[in-house]
Structure formats: C-alpha cells, structure tokens
C-alpha cells in the first residue's frame, strides 16, 4: 500500500457555490504528507464578501485526507489594522495576568472572550460532517451529503 496526500477538498453542495463566485486567488493554506504546497481558494460574491478555503480536519488513510470548508468573512467586518492591535494588545496583557497568577473577573474575561470573537469575524460554511454509517458502506467520503469517516 502505497501512502499519499489525499486532498479531498470541498464537499459538494461548496464547490457549487463556489462556482457562482468571482474567483480572486489561491494561497498556500495547506501542506501534504511530504511538505508539498496545496493551494486553497478565495472568492468574492457581489456583496464584497469573501469567502476561503481552509482546512477542517486532516485524518489519515494511508496519508492525510485532506477535508477542507469555506470562511466566510462579511464586507462590514473589515476592521482597521490599528483597531486589531489594540485588541491584541488587551488580550495579551489579560493573558499575561492570569497568567502571574491574578485572577480576573468574569466581566474583564467576557471582554476579553468578546474581542477574541471580534477579531476572528469568520463564519464557516459547508463543513465536512463525521457519519459513522459510512463504514457499513464501505465509504471514506460521501462529497454528495458532505460526510466522511475516515
């Protein structure tokens, strides 16, 4: 048996959409079983939303099996450089202290829970979903139904 990358990619109902998009360019957001590049892809829809491909979960047979689902980021998340900062800057100084061993307060660790999700501003679409049942079929993938056991 031979061992390989296994990119398996979207699931089906994404690559549909996906092809209603303007297409804006492929970036290096995986890496295969003997470190080749896998490039990934970005689109736009008429809204100036954007959408990604990243990776969602990596099993292996006989290699990695390489799943992957779409970010979706809307045009008003967009968020000034400095304003990431300055968040960043927050949540590293509330994790520098409970890290020296004070302890914050629930309302200074929502906020900081708070910024966490406003700097991440991504939703994911059409991910992969595990189906036991699969394997009574003798199936790794179903890319049709977007389900997988592996």
């Not at 061992?3 to 209603?20: K, M, N, P, S, W």
């Not at 360019?25 to 295969?32: F, L, P, S």
């Not at 302890?103 to 991910?127: C, I, K, W, Y």
């Amino acid at each position: 048996m031979s061992r390989y990358t296994q990119f398996i990619g979207l699931t089906g109902a994404a690559r549909a959409f996906v092809g209603g998009l303007e297409a804006i360019g492929r970036y290096v957001g995986a890496h295969g079983m003997f470190g080749e590049d896998i490039e990934l892809g970005q689109w736009r829809d008429a809204d100036g939303n954007q959408y990604r491909e990243v990776v969602q979960a990596d099993p292996w047979s006989s290699g990695p099996c390489i799943l992957t689902c779409l970010e979706m980021r809307f045009a008003s998340e967009e968020e000034p450089a400095t304003a990431s900062g300055e968040a960043l800057a927050k949540i590293r100084a509330g994790l520098e202290a409970a890290s020296e061993g004070e302890r914050l307060e629930p309302s200074e660790a929502s906020g900081l829970l708070d910024l966490l999700d406003a700097l991440g501003g991504e939703t994911r679409l059409f991910e992969w979903v595990c189906d036991p049942t699969l394997r009574d079929r003798h199936q790794e993938i179903d890319p049709a139904r977007g389900t997988y056991w592996i």
